[in-house]
Each structure stands twice: as C-alpha cells, then as structure tokens.
C-alpha cells in the first residue's frame, strides 16, 4: 500500500509559480510510474503530467507544456510539480498518484487516470487573474 500526500498549493496571480510537492509512504516510489491530475468545479479530473519510474520519461498535456515540469527524487520518495506562467484556467485541485506498474509498464509514464492505483488526497491552487 502506498500514502500520497499532497503540499504547495495555495493562491497566485496569473503569470505566477507553485512548486507542488508530493511525499509517499509505505512503498518505494522508485517502483512506481507517477501522474498528477486536477480537477476543476463541475468537471472531471484530468491528466497534467507523468513520469516513468526514473523520470526518464515524462508525459504532459497539452495544455501546460512548456510551462509545467514533472520531477522525482526516488531517495526522498518525493515527486513535485513545477508550475511556471499559471493562467486563471489553472485552477484545481491537484492530485498526485501512483501506478503499480511491473516489469515493462514501470518504465513508460502514464496518461490515463483509470491506470492509476493510488491517489492522495490533492492540494487547492486557485490562479486569480
């Protein structure tokens, strides 16, 4: 079993940075491919960013490439969110999660929440314009 605990999230102006920190317990993140998603009001939550078990590859949605960075470090068992140039569409609660991927799975991030195993409990970011 493995705990997510989201941190770093609070209010910014748009053009503004968050760095959002996931810490994990109970398993070696190292193990694990690792996603953050949101969700906004009224809508359904959705993928940001991925990372393969290294960080060797990573995935982002359209929406905020080239202005988010999905980072790990396995000895700290941490994975955080660089969010640069926020825009008021931004907006959500931010979720961390992990897949347990085996054998080739590990090595490749993950786009789909579905695919998902374990999630925290999310952080608020709240872009105001």
């Known amino acids: 079993q493995v705990q997510l605990v989201e941190s770093g999230g609070g209010l910014v102006q748009a053009g503004g940075s968050l760095r959002l920190s996931c810490v994990a317990s109970?398993?070696?993140?190292?193990?694990?491919?690792m996603g953050w998603f949101r969700q906004a009001p009224g809508k359904e939550r959705e993928f940001v960013a991925g990372?393969?078990?290294?960080?060797?590859?990573?995935l982002y949605a359209e929406s905020v490439k080239g202005r988010f960075t999905i980072s790990r470090d396995n000895a700290k068992n941490t994975a955080d969110l660089q969010m640069n140039s926020l825009k008021p569409e931004d907006t959500a609660v931010y979720y961390c999660?992990?897949?347990?991927?085996?054998?080739?799975?590990?090595?490749?991030?993950?786009?789909?929440?579905?695919?998902?195993?374990?999630w925290g409990q999310g952080t608020q970011v709240t872009v105001s314009s």
């Open positions: 109970g398993r070696t993140l190292g193990n694990y491919p």
């Open positions: 990372s393969s078990r290294s960080g060797g590859h990573t």
């Open positions: 999660a992990a897949k347990a991927a085996t054998g080739i799975q590990a090595y490749i991030p993950w786009g789909n929440r579905l695919e998902y195993d374990y």
